[in-house]
Antibody, heavy 119, light 107 residues
Framework: QLQLQESGSGLVKPSQTLSLTCAVSGGSISSGGYSWSWIRQPPGKGLEWIGYIYHSGSTYYNPSLKSRVTISVDRSKNQFSLKLSSVTAADTAVYYC???????????WGQGTLVTVSS | EIVMTQSPATLSVSPGERATLSCRASQSVSSNLAWYQQKPGQAPRLLIYGASTRATGIPARFSGSGSGTEFTLTISSLQSEDFAVYYCQQYNNWLLTFGGGTKVEIK
């Protein structure tokens, strides 16, 4: 059974870059057909898909964030990462990593990590 | 972008009663629709995918139906552990989108 665990800075200053990593265990990030996503949830609000990376390395980003987002994969460490640049208070949220089998629904999620943007 | 609209925003139900949650897509998503349950402080949990297929380990009291633009999640007899927020999500388009959620609370 796959397990995902987010890590990274919980406090980021405005205009700086948010960086998070999702460590994958119980399976290989190179498994064919799977997509590896980042999703966020502002406090008290709903879910927003940020983007995903396929096992092939192809990436797809939410157009609302595309200019600021980079998702990458480190196969040697079996993990994938999120970078979100030029953050503002509006980027304060719980950030989740999740995996989708061929299809696009998310069957495994990390526990989530709260990132606060504040000076 | 496909906009997902859930109703009602809040549903007050007594334990043992039936709950019916709705999700509407701004354009057809075929059967590419999933439902999630989220409890406070926890990550969402997949309940239903393919509009009507229960995920592994999900009790039979949860059922999903619909296709195209109209979908329903039914909880046949609410248990105490079912009071939570429920989200729908479409994956018919590469730009994945979620509904705003329905909170199921104790009446």
């Amino acid at each position: 059974q796959l397990q995902l665990q987010e890590s990274g800075s919980g406090l980021v200053k405005p205009s700086q870059t948010l960086s998070l990593t999702c460590a994958v265990s119980g399976g290989s990030i190179s498994s064919g057909g799977y997509s590896w996503s980042w999703i966020r949830q502002p406090p008290g609000k709903g879910l927003e898909w940020i983007g995903y990376i396929y096992h092939s390395g192809s990436t797809y980003y939410n157009p609302s964030l595309k200019s600021r987002v980079t998702i990458s994969v480190d196969r040697s460490k079996n993990q994938f990462s999120l970078k979100l640049s030029s953050v503002t208070a509006a980027d304060t949220a719980v950030y989740y990593c999740a995996v989708a089998p061929p299809g696009g629904y998310f069957d495994y999620w990390g526990q989530g990590t709260l990132v606060t943007v504040s000076s | 972008e496909i906009v997902m609209t859930q109703s009602p925003a809040t549903l007050s139900v007594s334990p043992g009663e039936r709950a019916t949650l709705s999700c509407r897509a701004s354009q057809s998503v075929s059967s590419n629709l999933a439902w999630y349950q989220q409890k406070p402080g926890q990550a969402p949990r997949l309940l239903i995918y393919g509009a009507s297929t229960r995920a592994t380990g999900i009790p039979a009291r949860f059922s999903g139906s619909g296709s195209g633009t109209e979908f329903t999640l039914t909880i046949s007899s609410l248990q105490s552990e079912d009071f939570a927020v429920y989200y729908c999500q479409q994956y018919n388009n590469w730009l994945l989108t979620f509904g705003g959620g329905t909170k199921v609370e104790i009446k």
